[in-house]
Structure formats: C-alpha cells, structure tokens
C-alpha cells in the first residue's frame, strides 16, 4: 500500500512538475505566443523592406524613397534645410 502510494506521489509530482509536466507545457505555450508576436513583427519589416527594393529595382526609381534613405542613412540634408544639432 505504502509502496503504490508513493509511486503515485512520484508520478504526480512529475506530471505536474516534471521536463514535459504542465508548468513546462505552459511555459511552452507562453513562449509560443510571444515568438507569434515577433514573427507577426518581424513579416511587417519584412513585407516593407520588399516594398522599398521593389521600388528601388525599378527603371526608374522612386524619387521619394531615395531622398528618404538618403537623408535617414547617409545623413544628406539639402541645402535650403536648417540643421538642429542636439547634445
């Protein structure tokens, strides 16, 4: 009796708290859904950053979006812009 008792305990215990018990299969889930979001994040930067090659790969290409990387990336500024440097 005390033998199947303690066996029951033991099995329990890992059911509830063992590598593949049900705190570990909710820590799986949570970490699903969180990996959901940055995937969902991640497909947005990606879907724009195709948007913006595709039209820089084209014949001729968008003038908005060049002037935007120029200023964002390589700091250009044209020469009617006033310049605010902040410390």
Known sequence: MLLCLGLTAYFVHHAIN???GFEARSRLIERSALLEFEIKSLEAVRAKLERDVALLAAEKPDPDL???IAREVLGFVRPDD???MAH
């Open 66 to 68: 060049v002037e935007e």
């Open 82 to 84: 006033a310049v605010v």
């Open 18 to 20: 063992g590598r593949h």
